[in-house]
């Protein structure tokens, strides 16, 4: 394994210099995280728990076309989509699986900044295929290869989402944040095999990506950032929440027997609550 030192300076390096004999952009085409998604048999579980125990409102409703299935949840900065592919048959673990990133412009302008930079994407994929298109997906590939899929989503009536979106977070507000006292989403956390090609991916993509002692830290200025460790695999390894009160919700955790693991600096959810699922809570 490549020494700390070394794998540090050469993030270093990255961050500081050009990327492939470019100049750094000013700004890139990515605003956000839009929401990200977990994928499980046993999608009507989850959302049972997330809405019903955890009191979240819910961001868009159920939603089963046989061979695929979606609802998601509000957590106030981000929603959490919870999908499953195939028939419903209760069958775990939960995994992350999806990260969907918002574009500032619409799709062609992002084609032709990701193609002047060469960065790898897909042909965009337009939902539905037939008549007037709800969203277009452009998926980028290299950014957590071969295990969690991180596309860019573009909503045609985003003002609408939106607008959506403010409500659902109006509703929380209004909840308290739920028996969590929850406030929002801090982080993403991703495990990478290579964080020096994961710096560089990240940091073509949004310039704002830095090195952060032996992390990377992508950050934008509303929602959740993405924090990037080293790992044994490339994958979307977890989220952390942020509360009120660690106090009030750890309270809440072990009266309803959900507490999991001792987190340094805070709690976790039990993970068998969650279909194995790494959640994380820390005050806000």
């Known amino acids: 394994m490549r020494a700390w030192s070394?794998?540090?300076?050469?993030?270093?390096?990255?961050?500081?210099?050009?990327?492939?004999?470019?100049?750094?952009p000013a700004s890139g085409p990515i605003t956000r995280v839009d929401h990200f998604y977990a994928e499980t048999g046993a999608m009507d579980a989850l959302l049972g728990f997330l809405k019903r125990d955890l009191g979240l409102p819910e961001a868009w409703s159920d939603q089963d076309?046989?061979?695929?299935?979606?609802?998601?949840?509000?957590?106030?900065?981000?929603?959490?989509?919870?999908?499953?592919?195939?028939?419903?048959?209760?069958?775990?673990?939960?995994?992350?699986?999806?990260?969907?990133?918002?574009?500032?412009?619409?799709?062609?302008?992002?084609?032709?900044?990701?193609?002047?930079?060469?960065?790898?994407?897909?042909?965009?994929?337009?939902?539905?295929?037939?008549?007037?298109?709800?969203?277009?997906?452009?998926?980028?590939?290299?950014?957590?290869?071969?295990?969690?899929?991180?596309?860019?989503?573009?909503?045609k009536d985003r003002q609408m989402i939106l607008g959506s979106q403010a409500e659902n977070r109006a509703v929380l507000g209004e909840r308290n944040g739920g028996p969590l006292g929850l406030l929002g989403v801090k982080e993403l956390l991703v495990e990478s095999t290579d964080l020096l090609r994961?710096?560089?991916?990240?940091?073509?993509?949004?310039?704002?990506?830095?090195?952060?002692?032996?992390?990377i830290l992508v950050e934008f200025d509303y929602g959740p950032r993405i924090r990037i460790q080293s790992g044994e695999s490339d994958r979307f390894a977890g989220i952390s929440l942020l509360v009120r009160s660690l106090d009030d919700a750890g309270d809440?955790?072990?009266?309803?027997?959900?507490?999991?693991?001792a987190i340094l600096g805070g709690l976790s959810i039990a993970p068998e609550a969650v279909g194995g699922l790494h959640i994380v809570i820390v005050e806000g």
């Open 198 to 215: 994961s710096m560089e991916a990240w940091s073509a993509l949004v310039p704002s990506t830095r090195a952060a002692g032996e992390e």
């Open 252 to 261: 809440f955790l072990e009266s309803r027997g959900l507490i999991g693991p």
């Open 6 to 24: 070394t794998l540090c300076l050469g993030l270093g390096i990255l961050w500081a210099g050009p990327l492939s004999g470019q100049s750094r």
């Open 65 to 155: 076309y046989g061979s695929f299935a979606t609802g998601a949840v509000s957590l106030g900065n981000v929603s959490f989509e919870v999908v499953r592919f195939g028939p419903a048959d209760g069958s775990d673990p939960v995994r992350f699986a999806g990260i969907a990133l918002e574009p500032e412009g619409d799709t062609q302008s992002l084609v032709e900044w990701l193609a002047r930079r060469g960065i790898d994407h897909s042909t965009p994929q337009t939902f539905p295929a037939e008549g007037p298109a709800f969203f277009e997906n452009t998926a980028l590939p290299g950014l957590i290869p071969e295990s969690a899929d991180v596309f860019v989503c573009d909503y």
